[in-house]
Every structure is written in C-alpha cells, then in structure tokens.
C-alpha cells in the first residue's frame, strides 16, 4: 500500500482485510475451515494495538459458525524472512538459551509453548493443522503445529 501512495493503518490490513476474507469464506456454498495466524499471548485483557486487533480477529472468527483454527505461535525467525529484522535474530538467539535452560530446570513444557519457529515450519504446521480435524475450532501452539507440520 505504501509503494502506491494508499494510506494503510495496522488495523486497516491486519483486521479489516481479514474480516473481509472471513465474510467472503461465510458466503461459499461449501466454506474452507478458516486458519488464522494470530499470536502467544493474544488474550481478552491484551493492552497493545497488535494483540487487541488480533484478539478481536479471533472473537468474531470464533463467531463465524465456520470451521476454524487460530494460531498462536511466539517468535517466527529464520534466514526465509524477506524483512531484515535484527532484533529479531537477537531474540531467537537470547530465546533459545532462555528455553534451553528452562528445559533443564523443568520447564519444558512453558519452552516449547513459546519456542520460535522458521517460517517454513509455521507453514507446513499450518497446512497440517488445517488437515486435522481434530484441531478445528481450536487455537494451536507450537506444540501442536510442530506435531501435525510434515
């Protein structure tokens, strides 16, 4: 939108252009189970823009009466990334200590809850998901997209 002069707001593409594919998916005659990549920590009480349009995403997504899968993974890193995102790599690396250690002291389950993901693999966990009935109409971590990504 910015290299055609359009204005665009975070909300204008994050929220509305996906309420518009999800009120579109409502009107086919055999609807598509609906797989939205949200974020961790998206909650009712999210206080920053991102998670608050995130979180309202969900809710009308969980209204929709369409098959469906909200996706929560933490940090999405890798070389994949077309964006140059420094910070990012620093995190992932901080990150993996983090959870390296966490693990060691039994918390595993929280580091693999918030592990990070590449971009390949948040893929290829997605598709799974969305072929698992199991995980419809259900929001998914990194456990479960990790389990179902082939």
Known sequence: ???????????????DMTLECLAAATQLERPPVFVYLSAAGVSSSSRSPYMRVRWEVEERLRGSGLPYIIAHPAL????????????????????RGVFG?????????????????N???LARGLIGASKDRA??????GVPDLLRVAF
């Open 1 to 15: 939108a910015k290299r055609e002069g359009i204005q665009a707001d975070y909300e204008a593409v994050d929220r």
């Open 76 to 95: 999405i890193t890798g070389a994949d990334r077309r964006e140059h995102r420094p910070m990012e790599r620093v995190g992932d690396f901080a990150m």
């Open 101 to 117: 250690l966490a693990r060691g002291l039994g918390a595993g389950k929280w580091a693999d809850q918030y592990a990070t993901l």
């Open 119 to 121: 971009g390949e693999t």
């Open 135 to 140: 995980l419809w109409n259900q929001t998914v």
